[in-house]
């Protein structure tokens, strides 16, 4: 039981840890002034965010199993009418799953397509864009 624990809390301080990792991504990918300096970087941005999904992801699935292996050793040891596994009900140890990986996918979908075309404060890169080619032109003269 005392692994069981482990990893059900595991599996909360993981989707914390990549929640925060994923947040500072999005945080500097929305960042007008960043995007504006270093605009070859924006592509970073898509392939670090689906590297940190799919990672966590995986060790998302990894847990999982694990969980369902414990369970499985508790069932075996304790029978099917023990009081400790009368709760577990079947639905409950399917959707909550799918709801965490609906989470994952979601995000890799984020970052492999909608990131894909979209560059955050494209109206101030071009305005800097044109600003450099004013003063390169002046500077030529």
């Not at 799919?54 to 369970?71: C, G, Q």
Request: proline letters at 2%; a positive charge; glycine letters at 8%.
């Amino acid at each position: 039981m005392n692994s069981i624990r482990h990893y059900s809390t595991l599996r909360f301080a993981m989707l914390t840890v990549y929640f925060a990792v994923t947040g500072g991504l999005l945080v500097k990918f929305f960042d007008c002034d960043f995007s504006v300096r270093y605009p070859e970087l924006h592509g970073l941005f898509q392939i670090a965010g689906s590297m940190v999904t799919v990672a966590f992801f995986i060790f998302e699935v990894a847990l999982d199993d694990n969980l369902r292996k414990l369970w499985g050793s508790v069932k075996k040891l304790a029978g099917e009418g023990d009081v400790l596994l009368s709760h577990r009900q079947l639905w409950k140890g399917c959707l909550v799953p799918m709801a965490t990986y609906g989470i994952f996918v979601g995000v890799l979908i984020f970052w492999l397509f909608t990131s894909r075309n979209y560059y955050p404060c494209q109206a101030a890169a071009h305005k800097a864009v044109q600003s450099e080619t004013v003063i390169s032109k002046e500077c030529r003269k």
